[in-house]
Nanobody, 123 residues
């Protein structure tokens, strides 16, 4: 059974940092791309960042480019999302997802999803 478990969310003031982790089990982790998505109250879930199966290619939403960094540790079956210079508009539930395919930003290419972790940024 495939499981993706997010951790590291919390409450932080604007300008602060958080590091989210996504631990995977039940799949050959090194063969999957991993994406981070977020959903704010009343809004649709949106792509944040993604990394290819070998960690070689990454892709970011324009809204987080230069502030967030995604990385993948295949030995630990874990993906990280380092979030710096956080803004109140980053407040959302953050989800990680695993999938195959070449389009990192396409939600339809992600087959497995975690339960999410809440990130709240105060102004």
């Amino acid at each position: 059974q495939v499981q993706l478990v997010e951790s590291g969310g919390g409450f932080v003031q604007a300008g602060g940092s958080l590091r989210l982790s996504c631990a995977a089990s039940g799949l050959t982790f090194s063969r999957y791309k991993i994406g981070w998505f977020r959903q704010a109250p009343g809004k649709e879930r949106q792509f944040v960042a993604g990394i290819m199966w070998n960690g070689g290619d990454t892709f970011y939403a324009d809204s987080v480019k230069g502030r967030f960094t995604i990385s993948k540790d295949n030995a630990k079956n874990t993906v990280y999302l380092q979030m710096n210079s956080l803004k109140p508009e980053d407040t959302a539930v953050y989800y990680c997802a695993a999938g195959v395919g070449l389009r990192l930003g396409s939600q339809r290419e992600y087959n497995y999803w975690g339960q999410g972790t809440q990130v709240t940024v105060s102004s």
